[in-house]
């Protein structure tokens, strides 16, 4: 029995009705490399079984503390039906990429059943019509709170269930016997004993605070960097407002090799910079063509992971999750029309915010929360969504972009190859954009979650995606041109820097 930390438990006190709190994946497979070409749904149900061993907390539901005075616990589930949690459906035809995008969206909408184990997986069939994609392909679209995951620690969960080669056997069956639930006697004796030791954990940590105040005192006054212009400054833009429940979704991939030619172009930049400023690229597009685009520049949140093992893919990640991460702020610098221009600038902000940030101490930065009493945590987030206080107070960021890397080889699902992966967030009141990239096997998949009422045109910001990678893309190109020694870039001409032209075409798979 493990209780929920208070990063944990705040994804439960901050849902409400339009907004869930759950994350994910959308995982597409060609099933032709399976044994006997041929995946079935009886066997992913055994594929899954065979596995839940490897991340306990799948077995695990909730269970509050009396009154809400301490954060609930993570108990076995000792009714537990994997045959609920594991969903199968088909797409109508003709079954292409916009449908499945609609479909995911969909089941989005959904809240978890937070009396059972927070996580369903849906197997979907009938992918048709994706370009790109070879016949009988199907996606898997999986919902877990994040109460219980991370974007790390769900990396690793979602790798403990691929295998490396596409005939791997199953694990050997691992028995398994749910622990018996305590008492609301012991949970109340557990929260009295928790409160007692937390005046000296908050002494410890208050310990701990005063060197970071001095290093961040030595590193401003150094100037080695700086208090970012931005806070306080961020603009308001249609991504500050509310949110209806009803969510949206763009997707797309690039080749990660062309990514790593474009970071070469600035000096020190990271592919992580590339894909802020093609994050930054898009939106300027988008809000252009709304006639929307503030003079100052979007300010993005972009998360960092404080774990202690740096492998996303590792089985101690997935036996362990929960949530280890903290945040930076970095400008996207949709202000500036040039694309390398914006790229030198975002490396810029994103290299001083890891400095602000490795001067505090990331884990630092999180440590305080777990001294906000859970009965005032939830009601403040409860009072917080009453009182509309997103679109209320000045809003800190506009969106999020957040990078979790993923292996760089072929992984197989019951036999079926993994085409490409991609990443699904949460939007909520204020933060109505949300940004996830994952990487897999040469290929970085960008995937855009909003709300209906804010981004009508998913399909369409999905071009501004793609435009601002090959508008990047083509300056990096002209950048390299008589430089010894590089491969040149294949690349189409720049758009225009002006309200972009609606396009009629059918928006293509990002499968291809």
């Known amino acids: ?12 006190y901050s849902e409400n009705e339009r907004t869930a709190n759950h994350v994910g994946g ?29 991340v306990p907390r799948y077995r695990q539901k909730l269970m509050h503390v009396p009154g809400n005075l301490d954060h609930p616990y993570w108990i076995d589930d000792p009714k537990f039906d994997i045959e609920y949690h594991v969903r199968h459906m088909a797409l109508p035809k003709p079954g292409d990429w916009r449908q499945l995008l609609i479909q995911t969206s969909r089941l989005y909408d959904r809240p978890l059943d937070m009396a059972r184990p927070l996580w369903v997986l849906y197997v979907i069939e009938g992918l048709d019509n994706v370009e790109g994609l070879p016949p009988g392909s199907f996606a898997v679209v999986t919902k877990t709170h994040h109460a219980l995951i991370d974007g790390v620690s769900g990396t690793a969960m979602a790798t403990a269930i691929h295998e490396t080669t596409p005939d791997a056997p199953d694990p050997d069956p691992v028995a398994w016997t749910p622990e018996k639930a305590p008492t609301e006697f012991e949970l109340l004796t557990r929260s009295y004993l928790n409160n007692l030791g937390q005046p000296m954990k908050f002494m410890q940590l208050m310990g701990e605070v005063s060197p970071a105040a001095q290093r961040l005192l030595d590193g401003l006054s150094s100037s080695r960097f700086k208090v970012p212009e931005a806070i306080g400054q961020v603009p308001r833009t249609r991504f500050n407002g509310n949110v209806s429940g009803h969510r949206v979704l763009a997707a797309t991939s690039f080749p990660i090799k062309d990514l790593r030619e474009i970071k070469n172009t600035v000096a020190g930049a990271t592919i992580n910079d590339v894909i802020l400023t093609i994050g930054g690229g898009a939106l300027r597009r988008y809000l252009l063509d709304k006639n929307e685009l503030p003079d100052k520049p979007l300010i993005t949140l972009s998360p960092i992971a404080v774990r202690a093992s740096k492998d996303p893919t590792s089985s101690a990640m997935a036996s362990a999750p929960g949530n280890e991460v903290t945040g930076m702020l970095v400008s996207l610098a949709t202000d500036l029309k040039d694309p390398l221009a914006r790229l030198q600038s975002v490396h810029d902000s994103a290299a001083n915010s890891k400095e602000l940030t490795s001067a505090i101490g990331a884990k630092l930065m999180t440590d305080f929360t777990q001294f906000v009493p859970s009965v005032t945590a939830g009601l403040a987030s409860r009072l917080a969504s009453t009182l509309g206080l997103a679109t209320r107070v000045a809003p800190i960021v506009n969106t999020v972009l957040t990078n979790v890397p993923g292996p760089q080889m072929p992984l197989y699902f019951c036999g079926a190859e993994m085409v490409n992966q991609y990443s699904l967030g949460i939007v909520q009141d204020g933060m109505t954009l949300f940004h996830g990239i994952l990487s897999y096997n040469g290929k970085l998949s960008i995937t855009a979650m909003s709300d209906r009422e804010v981004m009508p045109d998913p399909a369409f910001y999905q071009e501004c995606l793609e435009e601002a990678f090959r508008e990047l ?40």
């Open 473 to 512: 893309k083509t300056a990096a190109l002209g950048a390299a041109a008589g430089a010894p020694g590089r491969e040149p870039l294949a690349a189409k001409p720049p758009a225009a820097d002006k309200r972009p032209a609606r396009k009629g075409k059918a928006v293509k798979s990002p499968g291809k």
């Open 26 to 54: 959308m995982y597409i497979y060609d099933q032709s490399t399976a044994p006997g070409g041929l995946v079935t749904f009886k066997g992913i149900l055994s594929h899954l079984a065979a596995r839940l061993h490897l």
């Open 1 to 12: 029995m493990d209780q929920l930390s208070a990063t944990d438990a705040s994804f439960l």
